[in-house]
């Protein structure tokens, strides 16, 4: 089991930047893919990062790709989410995810096997 809880959500301008921090605990010592995914009422889990178990390999959704930046602290057990050039269509729940099964489909929902709560970010124009 893999515990995660995210934090640094909140209200910001279009423009502005913020970062989200995902703390896992638990069976952190077994390797893990770690993603960021986010959701607005009546839409489904949108896709926006993943980092693979070393930090070497990337891959962001279309819409985020260039504003945001994701990376990993192993000896720390954490995931961040750097958000830059935020945009109101940005605003949403967002979500950390971790995947012990080694998939590469990366950008669905259905690879990960641990969710955080999600913490609310609104981007005001």
């Known amino acids: 089991q893999v515990q995660l809880v995210e934090s640094g959500g909140g209200l910001v301008q279009a423009g502005g930047s913020l970062r989200l921090s995902c703390a896992a605990s638990?069976?952190?010592?077994?390797?893990?893919?770690g993603a960021w995914f986010r959701q607005v009422p009546g839409k489904e889990r949108e896709f926006v990062a993943v980092i693979s178990w070393s930090g070497a390999s990337v891959n962001y959704g279309h819409s985020v790709k260039g504003r945001f930046t994701i990376s990993r602290d192993n000896a720390k057990n954490t995931i961040d989410l750097q958000m830059s050039g935020l945009k109101p269509e940005d605003t949403a729940v967002y979500y950390c995810a971790a995947s012990v099964r080694g998939l590469t489909t990366w950008d669905r929902v259905s690879t990960y096997d641990y969710w955080g709560q999600g913490t609310q970010v609104t981007v005001s124009s």
């Open positions: 638990g069976r952190t010592g077994s390797p893990y893919v």
